[in-house]
């Protein structure tokens, strides 16, 4: 794209971007605040060190034009020191995390009242993350508007209006419904102070009020009867951003993958691995999976007689001895030569664009969920938290993969539940073949590039549309999301 302004363009803007200290978020922040800046505009992207140390290197087209900038996180006590994202945190510890968060606020006031204070770097928009209350505060406190970005899907956020109305099933505008177990989860979740007297749900709401608009890392094409339904719930303009899915040559000089992920042995072992014939399975790097499901899921997978890939996390509970294997015994022995445990790091989008992956058993995180659909892969869908429910469902309504059966009251899984899904994606041929069929109708949408950098340049128009001075605090706020 090119990014020389003529001499009649509108100068450039001067954007803050601020995630939550996670990597679901901070990736799809920085993919952003990268794309922004390689249209020209000046980023300030903020967290803190220990993330920043963490980050990827920045493309060349958008290097010069991002300021990396470091606020140290507070020290909380049960906090270990070098603790800075939710995948060093245990669950039940994400309070401790929350407080330190919300030390950030001076800091991030003070960060912000500088800029503001020179006129040559004075940001023309703030753009934030979802539990954001405080900065989405000094923004107005300063007169320079505020953009909460969601970096999840439309259907979670219909999902999360369907539960605060009760919707029913025969709405013909309402999400498909969640099971028991899931919305009490995600219930006790929103509404259980984690740290300063907030919910969840309140930070949500109140960044969303101190908002001027609200951007979704979605599109109506991938999601047309569910897009136009957040925008009324918000109360507030919803612009798309768009997918934009990482892929292996992301960032790189040519394509195709590094010396690195090629010489990472789980690519290494699929290279050995016959065409489509690999199901792919990642939980992701934060998702709290009990021992004994882990057992239950190697079990399925040997069960279902497919050659396989994990790239397994340490579950988090029911070990003694974190070190200890938690795979079943004999597992690996009775799998070798068709199944791979990986337990370290994996190049997760080269594997997807694998010819050996022929389908991918995920918890449906948004960021894992639109990489695969980019490779065209039949989904097993195994969503543990947060939107990742709602996103299973949308995928099971588009018919390119399918849940595994669940127990409604408690969320378990059984090794013949994993097996029959399994067997149904990857070796069933009607199955497959629907699903496989559907996969690549949507891989076409999630593949076209130039439709989501449209979608981008469209958000740049929304921000232009706004002057910096006419952001007002007191717009109507959105409904609780309780």
């Known amino acids: 794209m090119d990014v020389g302004a003529a001499s009649s363009s509108p100068p450039p803007l001067r954007i803050v971007v601020f995630p939550w200290l996670a990597f679901g978020h901070i990736l799809p922040f920085m993919e952003l605040a990268e794309r922004l800046a390689s249209r020209g505009h000046r980023v300030s992207f903020v967290s803190t060190p220990g993330n920043i140390a963490r980050l990827p290197t920045l493309r060349p087209a958008a290097?010069?034009?991002?300021?990396?900038?470091?606020?140290?996180?507070?020290?909380?006590?049960?906090?270990?020191?070098?603790v800075e994202s939710t995948n060093s945190v245990p669950r039940d510890k994400f309070h401790l995390l929350f407080s330190a968060f919300d030390g950030l606020a001076e800091p991030f006031a003070e960060f912000l009242g500088a800029a503001c204070a020179d006129d040559g770097e004075r940001p023309d928009w703030i753009i934030v993350d979802l539990f954001h209350y405080w900065a989405a505060a000094a923004a107005a406190e300063l007169k320079v508007p505020c953009a909460m970005v969601l970096a999840t899907s439309?259907?979670?956020?219909?999902?999360?209006?369907?539960?605060?109305?009760?919707?029913?099933?025969?709405?013909?505008?309402?999400?498909?419904?969640?099971?028991?177990?899931?919305?009490?989860?995600?219930?006790?979740?929103?509404?259980?102070?984690?740290?300063?007297?907030?919910?969840?749900?309140?930070?949500?709401?109140?960044?969303?009020?101190?908002?001027?608009?609200?951007?979704?890392?979605s599109c109506s094409e991938l999601e047309p009867e569910l897009f136009p339904l957040v925008a009324p719930f918000l109360r507030k303009p919803v612009v798309p951003l768009g997918l934009h899915p990482s892929s292996p040559d992301d960032g790189g000089a040519g394509a195709g993958m590094s010396g690195e992920q090629q010489q990472h042995a789980a690519v290494r072992w699929l290279d050995a691995q016959p065409a489509s014939s690999v199901v792919y399975?990642?939980?992701g790097s934060e998702v709290p999976v009990r021992a004994e499901l882990v057992r239950e899921l190697a079990l399925g997978l040997e069960l279902a007689g497919t050659r396989f890939l994990w790239a397994l996390r340490k579950p988090t509970g029911g070990v003694p001895d974190p070190d200890a294997d938690v795979l079943p015994p004999g597992f690996q022995d009775r799998t070798h030569g068709r199944g791979l445990v990986a337990t370290g790091w994996v190049p997760q989008t080269s594997i997807l664009a694998h010819a050996a992956v022929g389908g991918f058993l995920t918890h449906c995180g948004w960021s894992s969920l639109v990489e695969g659909l980019l490779h065209g892969c039949p989904l097993i869908m195994l969503p543990i938290f947060g939107d990742q429910g709602p996103n299973a469902r949308l995928m099971e309504r588009k018919k390119v993969g399918l849940l595994v059966a669940r127990d409604d009251s408690d969320g378990s899984f059984d090794r013949h539940g994993v097996a029959s899904a399994v067997r149904a994606a990857m070796l069933e041929e009607e199955s497959r073949g629907i699903f496989v069929e559907n996969a690549l109708k949507v891989q076409e949408m999630v593949a076209d590039n130039d439709l989501h950098e449209r979608y981008i340049d469209g958000f740049i128009q929304q921000l232009r549309s706004y002057a910096a001075g006419s952001h007002s605090s007191t717009a109507v706020p959105p409904p609780a999301v309780d």
């Open 63 to 82: 290097a010069p034009r991002v300021d990396l900038v470091s606020l140290p996180l507070p020290r909380v006590d049960g906090l270990p020191d070098g």
């Open 154 to 217: 439309a259907a979670c956020m219909v999902s999360v209006r369907d539960g605060r109305r009760g919707s029913s099933r025969a709405d013909p505008a309402a999400a498909p419904a969640p099971p028991r177990y899931e919305s009490e989860l995600n219930a006790k979740h929103f509404t259980t102070p984690v740290a300063s007297g907030m919910s969840v749900a309140e930070r949500i709401t109140l960044t969303c009020a101190r908002s001027t608009l609200t951007a979704l890392r």
């Open 281 to 283: 399975v990642a939980l």
